[in-house]
């Protein structure tokens, strides 16, 4: 029993499939418990992020009070909203009111199986990835139609109806915007086309450009298309209607409290990820850092696998350089000390990746070259990932929320006449061109 | 169906168990095991006979949803995955989301005081009963027709093979093409249609 585990487990290093395409389930049981955890401390992270964000953006200081920055308090605000009452309304339908916030959640946690982190570092492969993530990223709009209608009450009703038919609105124009890039993985003398997440990406370095700048300017338009209906989808500001907080009190999960409506804030921003993670593959080229094909060979490879350590090395040096700003008041000891010994700790992760990409800098078939590969494809999606995070809290802080009259005629009138456009488009120019 | 011709794996036993260590990387292997189709099965009754018994109508909207997916998941089984994800994306994620639209505006109270099965329901299952034999009956006869295990269909083709059945291959036209044309008119009609009835001025 313990040799085979062990076995399965060594077995599989250096496998070039994905877990769940190998057949090895151990690995892709540790696959996603670590998607799991990485999923749970980002959403943590953006927490404070976007705390802080809003507030450099509105001329404020945003959480200064607990750690250094406020950097302890999205594990204040976790720990406040665990220790919380938990409040059922009487008149709350309870089962649905329970099982509410898991369906967001299950459906928004399922699409990682497929998410493509690289060439290996997915769960699984399915053959109809892409068909897969955009069908369960859907499903999430079930848990905010059942927690708006189990709260028994007129807002969170009102929230959830504008929910559902906002949802079905912007999924068609997703879907268009999507099948559009679909198209460009079978065109030009690559062949067969592809729904598979990690095919589409291999298709983009196969083809040597990113299907953004594919057919110029059809890619940018469904990207673009694709790009306001994720923000649509997720219900972020400025879509932000089925919790529009000055008319609805807080949407659909105004009766929520507690560990409940922090699990529907982990669902919104594990979907947010979600759905940046699919943009990013089809359009932006997934885990290929830039001009793959230009700047390829040992020497750009190496420089490309300092990045990672290039970025810990950043951080920490904002710390250190927050250490030293610290005001030199006793009440701050404590403050300064933990910062300080934050920043170690970035400046040591930051020595760990630079080890690893020196160990691993010959292409051979090392387990350090292996690893040194993984974190330079992770790194590389993470950050395409990161720049849509932001562009999240951008948009928030920027543009106020859409009227429901006009949302409906931006998604029908506007959005939907030109993803079919561009999708007719791409198919003339897709066959002519080939 | 049985669950016989679906699962190769119910004459292996083992197989569950080994599946688990068992690290040979064979793609092919099916790592479906009879305890998958028996749980989806299952989980698809239940819920099929909660749509019809519950009392509230989003209580029966929630449980046609799992019906819905449970049955994504036997297409997932029969290595149908594309099916399976048009039937998650199409059935649960979109019809069933206009459903409980329609259904929150209705008044709940109202309707669950009203009687919920009109008298005719032996008529209805007597019919039920009549189908449930004929189904059994075209089993037991046409046993000679199912293959005794499950024949290997290669996953990884399935959505190539679907497109080449509905569209055709390069130069030739699909088996199905044509179908396929005349039933996206009628839907296309049937939208139009739609748009024209709600609307009074064009």
């Known amino acids: 029993m313990l040799t085979s585990t062990i076995n399965a487990f060594t077995s599989y290093l250096g496998s070039p499939l994905p877990p769940g395409n190998a057949g090895n389930q151990l690995w892709a049981l540790i696959y996603v418990l670590i998607i799991f955890a990485g999923v749970a401390v980002v959403v943590l992270c953006m927490n404070w992020i976007e705390r802080k964000a809003l507030a450099h953006f509105q001329i404020r200081l945003g959480p200064m009070r607990v750690g250094p920055h406020g950097l302890l308090q999205p594990i204040a605000d976790a720990l406040k909203l665990m220790l919380k009452e938990d409040i059922i309304p009487d008149e709350a339908d309870k089962l649905v009111f329970w099982v509410a916030p898991l369906i967001g959640l299950v459906a928004a946690f399922t699409v990682y199986t497929v998410i493509p982190f690289g060439p290996s570092q997915a769960v699984s492969d399915m053959n109809i990835g892409i068909l897969f993530m955009l069908g369960v990223s859907s499903l999430g709009v079930l848990g905010i139609v059942t927690a708006g209608w189990a709260s028994n009450s007129h807002y969170p009703l009102i929230g959830a109806l504008r929910s559902s038919a906002q949802m079905v609105s912007y999924e068609v124009a997703m879907g268009l915007a999507v099948v559009s890039a679909i198209l460009m993985t079978s065109l030009n003398r690559t062949g067969t086309g592809t729904l598979s997440m990690i095919g589409i990406v291999q298709a983009q370095q196969q083809q040597g450009i990113w299907f953004l700048f594919k057919f110029f300017p059809l890619g940018l338009i469904a990207f673009v298309i694709f790009a306001i209906a994720m923000v649509a989808e997720t219900n972020r500001s400025p879509f932000d209607l089925a919790e529009a907080e000055s008319e609805l009190t807080a949407g659909f999960h105004t009766e929520y409290s507690g560990l409940r409506w922090s699990l529907f804030m982990l669902a919104e921003y594990a979907a947010m990820i979600a759905v940046s993670a699919i943009a990013v593959t089809l359009w932006l080229g997934g885990w290929l850092h830039p001009f793959p094909n230009a700047l390829n060979g040992p020497a750009w490879e190496f420089i490309f696998s300092l990045f990672p350590g290039l970025t810990f090395g950043a951080l920490a040096l904002f710390a250190v350089i927050g250490t030293v700003r610290m005001p030199s008041h006793s009440f701050f000891r404590i403050q300064r000390a933990g910062l300080a010994v934050f920043a170690l700790l970035l400046a040591f992760i930051a020595l760990l990746l630079f080890v690893i990409a020196i160990l691993g800098r010959n292409p051979d078939a090392s387990i350090a070259a292996r690893f040194r590969e993984g974190i330079d494809y992770v790194y590389w999606f993470m950050l395409k990932v990161a720049i849509f995070m932001y562009l999240f809290i951008w948009y928030r802080a920027t543009w106020p929320r859409y009227r429901f009259d006009q949302l409906m005629k931006v998604g029908w009138k506007v959005m939907l006449p030109i993803s079919l456009g561009v999708l007719i488009l791409t198919a003339i120019v897709g066959v002519f061109v080939s | ?202």
């Not at chain 2, 819905?68 to 979109?94: D, R």
């Not at chain 2, 008529?123 to 290997?152: E, H, Y």
């Not at chain 2, 036209?173 to 009609?189: D, K, N, P, R």
Request: charged share 10%.
């Open chain 2, 1 to 202: 169906m049985n669950p016989a011709l679906v699962i190769p794996a119910l004459a292996h036993p083992s197989r569950m168990a080994a599946a688990f260590i068992d690290s040979a990387p064979n793609p092919a292997a099916p790592i479906a095991t009879p305890w998958f189709f028996y749980g989806l099965a299952a989980a698809a009754v239940i819920s099929g006979l909660l749509v019809i018994t519950r009392r509230n109508a989003v209580h029966s909207a929630l449980s046609l949803i799992v019906t819905l997916l449970s049955v994504a998941g036997l297409y997932l089984m029969l290595y149908a995955p594309f099916v399976a994800g048009v039937q998650i994306i199409v059935y649960a994620g979109g019809i069933m989301v206009l459903f409980l639209f329609v259904i929150m505006l209705v008044n709940i109270e109202r309707v669950s005081k009203e009687r919920q099965f009109n008298r005719i329901w032996p008529v209805g299952l007597l019919a039920s009963c009549a189908l449930l034999a004929l189904f059994m009956s075209a089993i037991q006869k046409g046993k000679s027709l199912f293959l005794d295990r499950m024949v290997q269909l290669p996953e990884g083709t399935n959505t190539q093979q679907i497109a080449a059945a509905l569209y055709g291959e390069t130069g030739k036209m699909g088996q199905y093409t044509f179908a396929f044309e005349i039933a996206s008119l009628l839907l296309l009609v049937a939208i139009l249609g739609a748009v024209i009835m709600t609307k009074k001025k064009i």
